[in-house]
């Protein structure tokens, strides 16, 4: 079975995405348009800022086709900004700002802190294969965490160690799925490959 992913090419690691989603054996594309996104089976909202890329998604009137889409059924994984684009609550959002949800999750806007407090560590993910279920690093960039997780949602993975032990930063709902950290920079692509698995099932 062919599958077309996208990676919503607004603002952020774009490329990055296009590469761990080739290495997870689909087609990627950049999705800038709604004939573009009409064309793929899922599709990634990737890192960068999360009130530029709402405002983005209005200027290129794309808000309202990718929150059909995704009412519809699409898979679409977000990683950090994109994993504030798809819960259906923010804290900290700015006035004005807009998600288009999709899971049952609080999360808190740079929860971790600034550019400056970024940082590394091992996750243990809840739901990759059982033969590739060692640590995965994890690359946290100005990041959110998930403050409340609904009755739909399923936590995969929580920070292990340091002052934020215990913070939500995987989620899971039906076919989508969130991550606060960067998964696109750290050339491991079992999240974008259990992101794939999720886009084939929905077929």
């Not at 990055?16 to 950049?30: D, F, K, N, Y």
């Not at 807009?98 to 970024?118: E, H, K, M, P, Y």
């Not at 936590?155 to 215990?166: D, H, K, P």
Request: charged share 25%.
């Amino acid at each position: 079975m062919n599958l077309t992913v996208g990676v919503l090419a607004l603002q952020g690691d774009v490329r990055e995405h296009v590469a761990a989603l080739t290495s997870a054996g689909v087609r990627a594309v950049p999705v800038r348009r709604v004939s573009e996104l009409d064309g793929v089976d899922g599709l990634v909202l990737p890192g960068g800022e999360s009130t530029t890329i709402d405002k983005l998604l209005r200027a290129f009137e794309l808000f309202e086709p990718v929150r059909a889409r995704l009412r519809a059924g699409m898979p679409a994984y977000g990683s950090c900004a994109g994993m504030i684009l798809l819960a259906d609550r923010v804290l900290d959002a700015i006035d004005g700002q807009q998600t288009l949800g999709g899971v049952d999750i609080t999360v808190r806007r740079n929860a971790f802190g600034r550019q400056i407090d970024s940082f590394e560590t091992d996750l243990v993910v809840d739901g990759l294969p059982e033969d590739e279920r060692g640590p995965v690093h994890a690359v946290f960039i100005r990041a959110p965490w998930v403050e409340e997780v609904g009755p739909a949602a399923t936590v995969l993975a929580r920070v292990e160690n340091g002052a934020a032990a215990g913070r939500i930063v995987a989620v899971r709902q039906g076919s989508v799925l969130v991550t606060s950290f960067h998964p696109e920079v750290t050339g491991d692509d079992r999240v974008h490959r259990l992101f794939v698995g999720m886009v084939r099932g929905s077929r």
